[in-house]
């Protein structure tokens, strides 16, 4: 197993595009989370999955955004008519369970830059 | 809600020199666990060290080490030994034990290590 991957590593898109990352998180992971990071901050809470189960989504993902996770495997993050603000570094993690403390596994981010 | 607050954004230290990072946390909950993680200029977020609050010892691996206060919602790192390669962001985030489970980070201490 070689951890949570994260594709593309970088993504420049134009204002007003499309953009879709995707996650694929430990196989015996059945939490998924996104995270947002932007420029001098601590990553920001966006969503999570439980197996394929989207269970809690932040007051920051607005409506351009969607994630799934089909089968409780990998998961994409879908931004829709991207604007400047959302240029950030997008990151995924995944744990074993709830309850206890397994930890998170990161991957290494997408970094997205609108222009 | 949860906050978490880093009040050095910058931190250096000689190398072999010892430094300690401060973190303090606001909740009402009495189950949680706490974290410092690191994040090198590669980009992936790496777990330092964990601290269960019901725990009164305080974590240890290797040359890290906390000082745990309940009471006063501290959660403070040293690194003793300080080596070049501990250069990175520093991150003090907290978990609660139940529900989402969700990381709420703080907005991090850039550590430099002087040669």
């Known amino acids: 197993d070689t951890g949570v991957s994260q594709n593309p590593r970088h993504k420049i898109t134009k204002r007003g595009q499309n953009v879709t990352f995707r996650c694929d998180p430990i196989?015996?992971?059945?939490?998924l989370y996104w995270y947002r990071q932007t420029l001098g901050q601590g990553p920001e809470f966006l969503t999570y999955?439980?197996?394929?189960?989207?269970?809690?989504k932040s007051r920051l993902l607005s409506d351009r955004f969607s994630a799934e996770r089909p089968k409780g495997s990998f998961s994409t993050l879908e931004i829709q008519r991207t604007e400047q603000g959302d240029s950030a570094m997008y990151l995924c993690?995944?744990?074993?369970?709830?309850?206890?403390?397994?930890?998170?596994?990161f991957g290494s981010g997408t970094r997205l830059t609108v222009v | 809600a949860q906050t978490v607050t880093q009040s050095q954004p910058e931190m250096s230290v000689q190398e072999a020199e010892t430094v300690t990072l401060s973190c303090t946390y606001d909740?009402?909950?009495?189950?949680?666990?706490l974290f410092w993680y690191k994040q090198p200029p590669s980009r992936q977020m790496i777990l330092v060290i964990r601290?269960?609050?019901?725990?009164?010892q305080n974590a240890t691996e290797n040359r890290f080490s906390v000082n745990f206060q309940k009471a006063a919602k501290s959660f403070s790192l040293k690194i003793s030994d300080s080596q070049l390669g501990d250069a990175a962001m520093y991150f003090c985030?907290?978990?609660?034990?139940?529900?989402?489970?969700?990381?709420?980070f703080g907005t991090g201490t850039r550590l430099t290590i002087i040669p």
């Open positions: 999955f439980q197996n394929e189960a989207q269970l809690e």
């Open positions: 985030a907290y978990r609660p034990n139940f529900g989402n489970e969700k990381l709420t």
């Open positions: 909740t009402s909950e009495s189950d949680y666990y």
């Open positions: 601290q269960e609050a019901y725990k009164q």
């Open positions: 196989s015996e992971h059945n939490r």
């Open positions: 993690a995944s744990s074993l369970g709830a309850g206890q403390d397994y930890g998170y596994t």
